[in-house]
């Protein structure tokens, strides 16, 4: 059932054209310039109509989140909180009823997710679900929701669940700039395109393997890994961190790039590895100088970029090129050389990249 694969995960990680694909199908629409998302339209007005809408969830989900953040931000104009559901279930949040909360969860089993909602639903908000597995305790007590379509997904460590929520983020967030005339009807169809265009592109993003593993060759041994982005690229980077540290064991700190001279800085020597998505365009400068500040301080810079990116390639020690994309849809391909590093490093590193010690695929305790 690994289709010929050493492992689920990298089986999951090839899937991700067709998961990607799946999680669009019958909701989008380019040709005809429509987003429809069938399990959440009786709840459209109210997420039109929502001053605020609060993403709920954990881990990977978590960092899904943050991306939906920037979209719904960017998209829709409607502000958003991305909360850890731990920390939100034990603080008595501020909610009110018209505050639309939208929680993330690929086993739909996560136990602190599952009392968030709860906390929620009592004080009267809406909660809209994005599940992956269908049926599911969380999928269950929410008011309506889309499901990712991902399909099953075995390996511990969360690969295509992610690229699916993100996907179905940018769908929502779509959607409702489309309602609430926060976009361009010309801006709308350009992105269905782009966003129609990505599997194909994510299909060209998996030929940097043997790339991947080369450089996974070099830094196999590493004790400890620095993960740098700005903007959408931000939890892009904190995923990818997340990555390394739970199937290779690997210390690794995702953060905002500008971030870095705030105090992670202080962490830069000759052996340290700083990974940095520097796909961005609007604020492509800061990266270069993020960049600079790490070469200063004699760090190794493995460098994500844009395909015929010159710049950063004169600095980096090593380079990952990947397909052109809008800048709101980059996570869903700049993910996916991460995953390959920390499979790849994981599997040199003797360890067990389907079932990592200590963790569960669901999280049912509190
Ligand atoms: C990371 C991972 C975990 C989960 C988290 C939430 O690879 O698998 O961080 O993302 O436990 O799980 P779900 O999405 O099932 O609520």
Not at 317 to 327: F, N, R
Request: aromatic fraction near 6%.
């Amino acid at each position: 059932e690994k289709e010929g694969f050493d492992h689920f995960m990298l089986k999951e990680i090839y899937e991700q054209p067709r998961s990607i694909r799946d999680s669009m199908r019958g909701r989008l629409k380019a040709r005809e310039g429509i987003v429809l998302l069938g399990g959440i339209i009786d709840y459209q007005q109210k997420l039109v109509n929502a001053k605020r809408i609060i993403i709920i969830a954990c881990g990977t989900s978590w960092h899904a989140g943050l991306v939906g953040e920037y979209l719904f931000e960017e998209l829709a104009r409607i502000p958003v909180e991305v909360e850890y559901a731990s920390e939100f279930r034990y603080r008595n949040p501020v909610i009110y009823e018209d505050d639309v909360v939208i929680a993330i969860s690929q086993s739909g089993e996560t136990a602190d997710t599952l009392a968030a909602i709860e906390l929620a639903k009592s004080k009267g908000a809406t909660i809209i679900g994005v599940c992956n597995v269908v049926g599911s305790s969380i999928a269950r007590a929410t008011h309506a929701g889309s499901y990712t379509h991902a399909g099953p997904e075995i390996g511990v460590a969360s690969t295509k669940a992610f690229t699916a929520q993100v996907t179905l983020l940018t769908l929502m967030a779509l959607m409702l700039a489309d309602s609430k005339g926060t976009i361009s009807k010309s801006r709308f169809n350009q992105l269905l395109h782009e966003l129609d265009d990505i599997p194909g592109k994510v299909e060209e993003t998996l030929k940097v393997n043997d790339k991947i593993i080369e450089i996974a060759t070099v830094f196999k041994d590493v004790r400890n890994a620095l993960y740098l982005g700005r903007g959408y690229n931000f939890p892009v980077a904190m995923e990818g961190a997340l990555k390394l540290k739970e199937i290779s064991y690997i210390h690794a700190e995702g953060y905002p790039a500008a971030e870095m001279k705030h105090g992670p800085i202080a962490l830069i020597d000759e052996e340290m590895p700083v990974v940095v998505v520097a796909t961005n365009k609007g604020t492509y400068e800061k990266v270069v100088s993020n960049i600079q500040e790490v070469k200063a301080r004699k760090g190794k810079i493995i460098a994500i970029v844009t395909e015929g990116d010159e710049t950063v390639k004169a600095l980096a020690d090593h380079i990952i090129e990947v397909p052109e994309t809008e800048e709101m849809l980059v996570p869903l391909i700049a993910t996916i050389p991460l995953q390959l590093l920390s499979y790849h490093i994981a599997v040199m590193r003797g360890c067990n990249v389907d079932q990592p010690r200590n963790l569960a695929k669901s999280v049912t305790v509190e």
